[in-house]
């Protein structure tokens, strides 16, 4: 089992540009979860979902866009990067909900926006 | 709010014991968690407290009073590759969890 995969590993843009980061998952889990991670600061969750075809906006949303592809994909997009959003972000998941159960993290996407 | 808070940085000798306290204050509680995350890497599952009491695992132990929103990690036999930051996570009443900024625990030979 691969666990929670994650694409890109790094990636740099220019304010303006677009991209996607893309998750995926084969421990058959329902809930998945979109983080980042900043220097002094805890993980703060961005979007989540509960199941297949659901998303839910966390603590810091904008400027970013969720979609549940299928059980076992998420995909985080930010549309127009700014600088704020240079960040290392975490995927991660859990076979129920996250405050109740073990989560699982990828590796991590490192995003540096210019 | 909702606020956890733990030591930034604490340095301990390998083969010695070291303890890592976390405080939290939630919107309601649903049970702490501990996660360990070398540097470059992804946060890993250490341990989850819901009730008040000690919870051991080999090497690491974990603690929780829920009354006065406090715990700790309690690591044994230091090792160089317990070398990391440790994060504290509370879960609150509608099992969000709330992160700590963590705590970066450097092993000195």
């Known amino acids: 089992n691969a666990g929670v995969t994650q694409t890109p590993k790094f990636r740099v843009l220019k304010t303006g540009q677009s991209m996607t980061l893309l998750c995926a998952q084969d421990?058959?889990?329902?809930?998945m979860y979109w983080y980042r991670q900043d220097p002094g600061m805890g993980l703060r969750l961005i979007h989540y979902?509960?199941?297949?075809?659901?998303?839910a906006k966390g603590e810091v949303p904008d400027g970013y866009n969720v979609s549940r592809l299928n059980k076992r994909e998420f995909s985080l997009r930010l549309e127009s990067a700014a600088p704020s959003q240079t960040s290392v972000y975490f995927c991660?998941?859990?076979?129920?909900?996250?405050?109740?159960?073990?989560?699982?993290f990828g590796p991590g996407t490192r995003l540096t926006v210019l | 709010g909702q606020n956890i808070d733990q030591p930034t940085e604490m340095t301990a000798t390998e083969g010695a014991i070291v303890q890592i306290n976390c405080t939290y204050q939630t919107s309601g509680f649903n049970g702490l968690f501990w996660y360990q995350q070398h540097a470059g890497e992804a946060p890993t599952f250490l341990s989850y407290?819901?009730l008040d009491g000690l919870e051991e695992k080999g090497r690491f132990s974990s603690f929780l009073s829920r009354s006065k929103g406090y715990s700790y990690l309690l690591l044994k036999e230091l090792q160089m590759k317990d070398s990391a930051s440790y994060l504290c996570a509370a879960s609150d009443s509608n099992y969000q969890l709330i992160w700590g900024a963590g705590t970066k625990l450097i092993i000195k030979p």
């Open positions: 991660a998941s859990s076979y129920s909900g996250g405050g109740a159960d073990t989560q699982y």
């Open positions: 421990m058959n889990h329902e809930y």
């Open positions: 979902s509960v199941g297949e075809g659901t998303t």
């Open positions: 407290n819901v």
